[in-house]
């Protein structure tokens, strides 16, 4: 290959890494999940498909612990740029928004509970003693105190 060539695949390949390596993960993601299938079953069994799903769980978690701040801090930017006069003209609007909303919120979530009674059932079909007949192993036991 021409050393244009090789400049021009570097270059594709620094523009869309991201994406590269989202693909990559996807791909290893799919391949992974054919190879710890246990041979000779189509299903994972339940405690299986739960250790698999905790890497999952955990980095879901983390992105959402990062959603907060990356929020503020755009917002505290975002305000910060403005013009005294017109950031408080929205804050007026952002708390009257924020008012109508909730009360509308109330409202619904008062009706609904007045009108289908959440909670009222009967109690069949739950088993009482669940928790003494589950069985619970260290691994459980390490990964709930890590969630």
């Not at 740029?81 to 950031?87: G, I, K, R, V």
Request: hydrophobic letters at 50%; charged letters at 15%.
């Amino acid at each position: 290959m021409s050393g244009r060539v090789v400049t021009n695949i570097k270059g594709c390949l620094k523009t869309n890494v991201l994406t590269l390596l989202t693909l990559a993960g996807v791909f290893g993601g799919v391949i992974l999940g054919i190879a710890l299938r246990p041979p000779g079953s189509e299903k994972w069994a339940q405690r299986d498909a739960m250790y698999v799903g905790f890497l999952g769980e955990l980095f879901l978690r983390m992105l959402k612990a990062l959603i907060l701040p990356l929020i503020v801090s755009s917002l505290i930017s975002a305000v910060g740029n403005l013009d005294l006069s017109l950031s408080g003209k929205i804050g007026a609007r952002a708390i009257a928004y924020y008012m109508v909303t909730t009360v509308i919120a109330v409202i619904i979530g008062i009706i609904l509970v007045v009108s289908i009674h959440p909670g009222q059932g009967n109690d069949e079909g739950i088993h009482k003693d669940e928790a003494s007949s589950r069985d619970t192993t260290t691994a459980d036991t390490l990964m709930d105190l890590v969630r």
